[in-house]
């Protein structure tokens, strides 16, 4: 509620992530991770669906994960992208 007494905005929505991963090698994955959103109704936001897409590839060197990732919004614009490089350490 405002500080006038009156409700606020209100938004009803549905988000998912599909994933399929392939195991290339022994020592490298491939990953492709798809979220969509579903704006059903509310105040907050004017488009009704949400899609990105991502790349993700991990190589295993030992002890020591690294991983690459590449994403971008497809609706309801697409001008978002980004790159993401990590590296994980598994303590055994």
Do not use: C
């Not at 209100?10 to 969509?36: F, K």
């Not at 579903?38 to 907050?44: Q, V």
């Not at 669906?49 to 790349?55: N, S, Y």
């Not at 993401?84 to 303590?91: C, D, N, P, T």
Request: proline residues 4%; without cysteine.
């Amino acid at each position: 509620m405002d500080d006038q007494g009156k409700p606020g905005p209100i938004e009803l929505a549905l988000v998912g992530t599909g994933h399929a991963h392939l195991i290339a090698l022994r020592q490298v994955s491939v990953e492709v991770i798809a979220p969509v959103g579903l704006n059903l109704g509310g105040d907050l936001e004017s488009h009704v669906v949400e899609l990105g897409l991502a790349g993700r590839v991990l190589v295993a060197l030992g002890d020591l994960d690294v991983y690459f990732e590449a994403s971008t919004a497809l609706l309801p614009d697409s001008s978002t992208q980004a790159l993401l490089v990590g590296a994980s350490w598994r303590v055994r």
